[in-house]
């Protein structure tokens, strides 16, 4: 991967179902049939994760790790299982995890701020590249960061990724009707945040 992928852009529809005979290639390790792979899914990983992240840099190296992580776990790939529930699961694994990582950092320069007297100075974000109108995009990405993680990743996954509610509810662990349920508080909440910036539907 050379530039992060446009966010902004809309997702380019791809084959939800690895063949026998990808899989296989995938499997062994193949260079080309995993680079073709990458090069399929990378857009979307992406864009779902700069959507949770609002970080154009933590999102391409959530990506990266996400098919590095898809590369140590292609054997429990079932042959016919879709693809994009399986990514988007380990993509949502990924930063939960790289979360957990970052809450133990900040714990332990806490400590050591109030041990020694260590100031911790807080990372300044990239500022969000827009494709059409900044002043938008940006209210849209600062109003998702706003919302709880769950209806975060809920409302991104279906108006984003336009993922069905069965998908999300698979990927996020829960009830259908729970997914249904944080979409549509999700929605209630953003509709809130921009009621001057655009509809919400």
Do not use: C
Not at 66 to 95: C, D, H, K, M
């Amino acid at each position: 991967m050379t530039s992060p992928p446009d966010p902004a852009a809309p997702p380019v529809p791809a084959p939800d179902v690895v063949s026998l005979e990808l899989l296989s290639r995938l499997t062994a390790g193949d260079e080309a049939a995993w680079y073709a792979f990458v090069q399929e899914y990378e857009g979307r990983m992406y864009g779902y994760l700069y959507r949770l992240e609002g970080n154009p840099e933590d999102a391409l190296d959530l990506t990266q790790e996400v098919f590095y992580r898809a590369w140590r776990s292609i054997r429990t790939f079932r042959p016919g299982e879709r693809v994009l529930p399986w990514l988007y699961q380990v993509a949502r694994n990924t930063q939960i995890e790289s979360h957990r990582r970052k809450q133990l950092q900040r714990f332990s320069l806490e400590q050591a701020r109030e041990d020694i007297g260590f100031e911790v100075t807080s990372e300044a974000r990239s500022p969000v590249r827009a494709a059409e109108s900044a002043d938008a995009q940006d209210r849209v990405q600062r109003a998702l960061l706003k919302l709880p993680d769950d209806y975060r990743e809920a409302v991104v996954l279906r108006f984003v990724e336009d993922m069905p509610y069965e998908d999300i509810a698979r990927i996020q662990g829960v009830a259908v009707g729970t997914a249904k349920s944080r979409v549509f508080r999700a929605k209630e909440q953003l509709a809130e945040l921009l009621a001057d910036v655009a509809d919400v539907n």
